[in-house]
């Protein structure tokens, strides 16, 4: 395993499946098609979450909420409410947290908010959730309420309940592997993001993006 850097700076990214790589810069959308950054353009955007079926959904720095209809040529549609972060898993699976750090999930097109407060939420299609708190403290829903997790981290992100990856306050990052962690040793990411079939990208310090990679 190691790790390789792709063209290119970004702020904030996700990864969805097949590579399915969708970043921010500059509060502009991007998508990696291989070989270049493809453009998305029509909405300034803080925040970008792609899900397992290729949702694409995003934050404004005014909290407002996004989703892409059509693909990368395709039309922003607004969504009711604010949130200043979202996390997709797939159209079934979509939760988020505003700016007072109150948690939401979306459900018959309706925002429905659960106890407890989340500076970042992590949602899968199969359903797993899990967030971490303004103190990077960890925690984890079991359908009705978050269970708190050991550990520390500042960002978190899940693709299943077998695919979670964090980021601490040293940007080291961390695997959850048989009911603990696992650090992901010869890298430092600032922001993490898992696929579904467990593939690795994040961004670093100075804005590079990396992924981790079998070597063959």
Not at 63 to 78: H, N, P, Q, S
Not at 159 to 188: P, T, Y
Not at 199 to 210: H, K, P
Request: hydrophobic fraction near 40%; charge should be negative; proline fraction near 1%.
């Amino acid at each position: 395993m190691s790790w390789k850097q792709i063209d290119g700076y970004l702020q904030q990214l996700d990864i969805g499946p097949d590579y399915e790589l969708w970043g921010v810069d500059d509060n502009q959308v991007f998508k990696w098609n291989v070989k270049s950054w493809l453009h998305a353009k029509g909405v300034m955007v803080s925040n970008i979450a792609v899900g397992a079926d290729f949702s694409v959904w995003c934050t404004t720095k005014d909290y407002k909420i996004y989703r892409l209809v059509g693909g990368i040529d395709g039309e922003w549609m607004k969504v009711d409410g604010f949130l200043k972060q979202v996390s997709v898993g797939d159209e079934n699976h979509v939760w988020g947290v505003n700016s007072k750090d109150e948690v939401f999930y979306r459900r018959d097109n309706i925002w429905v908010q659960v106890p407890g407060n989340l500076s970042q939420v992590s949602v899968a299609a199969d359903g797993t959730c899990w967030g971490v708190n303004a103190n990077h403290k960890i925690f984890r829903w079991d359908g009705e309420n978050w269970i708190s997790v050991d550990g520390s981290l500042k960002q978190i992100k899940v693709a299943s309940v077998h695919h979670v990856v964090g980021v601490n306050d040293k940007n080291e990052i961390f695997l959850w592997e048989n009911g603990d962690w696992r650090i992901v040793e010869g890298g430092l990411l600032k922001y993490v993001s898992i696929s579904p079939e467990g593939n690795i990208w994040g961004i670093n310090e100075n804005d590079e993006i990396w992924y981790l990679t079998n070597d063959e």
